[in-house]
């Protein structure tokens, strides 16, 4: 038995952490059903917003679960794998297609799985080896993400709460359309929140969410770092406003804007 746990496990770390042609098609497979499922989550609520057919969502629960289960056998700490956030993400998207009493509210939540996409260490290093292009923009794509899950997270915040409470959001799609008026400081006012809780969680929107959304909008449009190389040392990466490198001293002559607030 230790026999063929021992040649299962190593299979399976051969498959997620592997540099063979099989591993990396692989690991692009896992990739590319994330992206899918991702994208079914986002549109059901639309499509289905009763919630009546959940054969889908059972079929993704049980690939999902057999994903899990193999990085955790595959995994060098398996504690660590469980407490770490991409695994509770993981669980609960799973439970929310399981349990389909919690679908409707918390279905939402599934979008934390879109953190998996780019915060994976040997993902990052594929797509850098593989993608000139995805070196060149990781930090603007990153912060892409970033922002994508930050607004359908907040939005899935807004519905979980409002649905039942608030007769102008009746979907998925109001609670969105309210977050991102709030977030831009639009605030349109053909959606407003008739309860203290909502009152509340507007508030905490405004004051955490809207610095937040704007320091990531700021990051994609104009990334943190200014990309330079260092004649001296090579050091790549500056702040967008370095006049010596910080690793060697040398003078930089990094072209800007002549804005560097």
Known sequence: MKDVFSRTR?????????????????????????????????????VDPNRIHHELDY????????????????????ARFVGSFTSIADIVVIVSLILPAFVENLGFLRVVRMLRLLRSYHLLKELRDASRWFRRNEEILQSTVNLFVFVFVVTALVYVVEDDRNPNINNYLDALYFTVTTLTTTGFGDITMTDSVGRLMTVLIMIFGVALFLRLIQTIFRPAKAHYSCPDCGLSRHDTDAVHCKHCGRVLNIPTEGDWT
């Open 10 to 46: 190593a299979a399976l770390r051969q498959l997620y952490f592997g540099h063979s042609a099989t591993a990396r098609a692989w690991r692009y497979a896992l990739l590319t059903f994330d992206i899918i499922t991702i994208g079914y989550f986002v549109i059901s609520p639309l």
């Open 59 to 78: 079929t993704i629960a049980v690939v999902l679960t057999a994903d899990y289960v193999a990085r955790l056998i595959a995994s060098a700490r398996p």
